[in-house]
Each structure stands twice: as structure tokens, then as C-alpha cells.
């Protein structure tokens, strides 16, 4: 059930749920960084010293309890040995 102060986006018949938009992104830009930190085999602690970004910043941002920047996470795929691409798209 949505909460009375959901902010809600509507045009024309479409309506969006802006939060549980913006949870879902998240959850899969934290997923999507997670596989590849692992796939490299790094550990937090080695993307933050690569990034040089606070180790508790990475763990806030993998728990899905920090909203990083966008400079955050260029700097982060950078370590990673990978650019960040960001979208739009039209939906389907």
C-alpha cells in the first residue's frame, strides 16, 4: 500500500510512483556494481583505496543506505576499469 506522501507523477493516464521508482533503479545499480566489484575480485576496501572514496561509503551505498553522487560512481567505475553510462529511455 503507497504511503499518503508518495509523490506521484502523472501524465495523461500514466501515474508513477516516484520512490518506488527510484528504489528500484537503485537496487539495480547496486546489484549491477556488486557483480562486477566481485567478478574482479576486489574487496571494499580495495574499491575505496582505487577510488579513493571512504570504505563506509561503499558499504552504505552496497546496503543501499547512501544515495551516491553521480562523481561518486564514475569514480567508482573507473576503478573498476569501467565507465559509467547513464540514459534515458522511452518506455515501453
Known amino acids: 500500500m503507497r504511503n499518503s506522501m508518495d509523490y506521484i507523477y502523472a501524465s495523461g493516464e500514466q501515474k508513477i510512483v516516484i520512490e518506488i521508482e527510484q528504489k528500484n533503479i537503485r537496487q539495480s545499480v547496486i546489484e549491477q556494481y556488486v557483480r562486477c566489484r566481485k567478478i574482479q575480485g576486489m574487496t571494499q576496501a580495495d574499491l575505496a583505496k582505487c577510488a579513493g572514496i571512504p570504505r563506509t ?30 540514459q534515458l529511455m522511452k518506455k515501453e
Open 57 to 86: 561509503n561503499i558499504t552504505r551505498f552496497e546496503s543501499g543506505n547512501y544515495n551516491p553522487s553521480l562523481e561518486m560512481m564514475v569514480r567508482i567505475a573507473a576503478a573498476l576499469g569501467m565507465t559509467l553510462q547513464v
